[in-house]
């Protein structure tokens, strides 16, 4: 296991004064993860806010090789460059780094190809339910309730369950975690540098602008989901879905989800299920749904 | 790799400081108590921009690129960092 002090004195490969805004969750998510891959990577971006991140050139914030893609082709893109690497006998880890919009809509046709020719690509998506780079639209992964550009009244459908997709796709690791706990993200990539074949993993990222909270309440966040059920820390390893962190101990039945309105109350692209009027019929919907998850996933599961 | 490879190639090399000395962005700037501090090295890890380094196993903010979220003084376990008004 990794401890923060081990975290804290590794090498950055992001740099500082970069162009993310105050309290950006890839911040923490992309520090992470590359002090876990680390200098031996070459990161495939499509169109989403770490292309922002990076800066114009001629310099660039990030200091492994990087390579910007169009939005539907990151997984593609990294499974030619997975390829080229094979042939050439190269010892690099080919990471595709992308938002839930490049990931659960338009560049799910191209996962689901790498991930059936089981392509040596890492595919990390940094899931911040929506697409914040063009100006808060709504995407697949928005959740139910949830207010954007175009769901003015809220969303009228649940998130799509990418984790889920990609599990069916039988791939070698599938993994889930929170930009709430760096240490599990790094203890995850870790696993998923080790493996071969298509690897996905999914970082809820609480972005601040676009689910309108405060800027230092980005890691508070990251962990309330946890800890409401409203996102789940899983692993799928080998064949066998497990459950790490907070989620482990409600599966153990050592703790229980708290209310996810602890959760919805701290956002503001929520607040019209609270203020003029309560609508309590969205709220027991998103209840409901978190339950019924989570029963789900406990039936797949080996604790 | 050639030596005059950014003649015929428009690649970017890494750089800090990117966007400036991002740390204008600033409105709120977090302030270290190191009498309260434990060393826990939390603060490290979950800034997001990076700018808090280690310095003699103790924490350090950069100023000159600190955006001033108040990540650090949101998780702080003993409330050693508060948030002072600069402008």
Redesign the interface.
């Known amino acids: 296991m990794v401890t923060?002090?081990d975290?804290?004195?590794m090498e950055?490969l992001?740099?500082?004064?970069?162009?993310?805004?105050?309290?950006?969750?890839?911040?923490?998510a992309l520090?992470?993860t590359l002090k876990a891959l680390g200098r031996k990577t070459i990161m495939f971006v499509p169109a989403c806010c770490t292309s922002v991140v990076?800066?114009?050139?001629?310099?660039?914030?990030?200091?492994v090789p990087l390579f910007n893609t169009a939005f539907e082709t990151a997984a593609s893109v990294a499974s030619g460059a997975a390829a080229a690497a094979e042939i050439l006998g190269k010892d690099v880890t080919i990471l595709a780094w992308a938002g839930d919009g490049g990931t659960y809509d338009i560049g799910l046709q191209a996962i689901s190809g790498a991930a059936e020719r089981g392509d040596n690509v890492l595919y990390i998506c940094y899931n911040n339910q929506m697409y914040s780079n063009t100006g808060i639209q709504r995407s697949g992964a928005t959740p139910l309730g949830a207010w954007t550009t175009t769901t003015w009244t809220g969303k009228t459908e649940h998130m799509k369950d990418m984790g889920m997709i990609l599990i069916a796709h039988r791939v070698p690791y599938v993994a889930a975690t929170s930009v709430g706990y760096?240490d599990d993200i790094y203890e995850k990539v870790k696993k998923a540098k080790e493996k071969k074949g298509f690897r996905y993993i999914d970082i809820l990222a609480p972005c601040?602008p676009g689910w309108r909270f405060?800027?230092?309440?980005?890691?508070?966040l990251g962990r309330l989901a946890i800890e409401t059920g409203f996102w789940l820390l899983y692993e799928y390893e080998d064949g066998e879905l497990r459950f790490n962190g907070y989620t482990k101990l409600v599966a153990e039945g050592k703790r229980e989800f708290k209310p996810v309105e602890e959760f919805l109350r701290l956002q503001d692209r929520f607040r019209h299920l609270f203020e003029p009027k309560r609508r309590d019929d969205i709220l027991e919907e998103i209840q409901r749904w978190i339950k019924e998850r989570f029963e789900w996933y406990l039936s797949l599961a080996k604790i | 790799m050639p030596e005059d490879v950014n003649k015929y190639l428009?690649?970017?090399?890494?750089?800090?400081?990117?966007?400036?000395?991002?740390g204008s962005?600033?409105i709120f700037a977090p302030e270290i108590n190191y009498e309260k501090c434990v060393k826990?090295?939390?603060c490290?890890?979950?800034?997001?921009?990076?700018?808090i380094l280690?310095e003699d196993d103790r924490p350090k903010i950069?100023y000159?690129?600190c955006?001033?979220?108040?990540?650090c003084?949101?998780?702080c376990p003993v409330g050693a960092i508060t948030?002072r008004r600069e402008r």
């Open positions: 923060v002090k975290l804290a004195k950055d992001l740099l500082k004064g970069n162009a993310a805004c105050a309290g950006c969750p890839i911040g923490v520090r992470t990076q800066g114009i050139g001629p310099g660039a914030a990030i200091s760096p601040p405060p800027s230092d309440m980005t890691i508070r | 428009p690649l970017s090399k890494p750089k800090i400081g990117i966007s400036g000395k991002t962005w600033r826990c090295h939390i490290v890890v979950v800034c997001p921009e990076a700018s280690l950069d000159d690129y955006k001033g979220c108040g990540v003084a949101r998780e948030m």
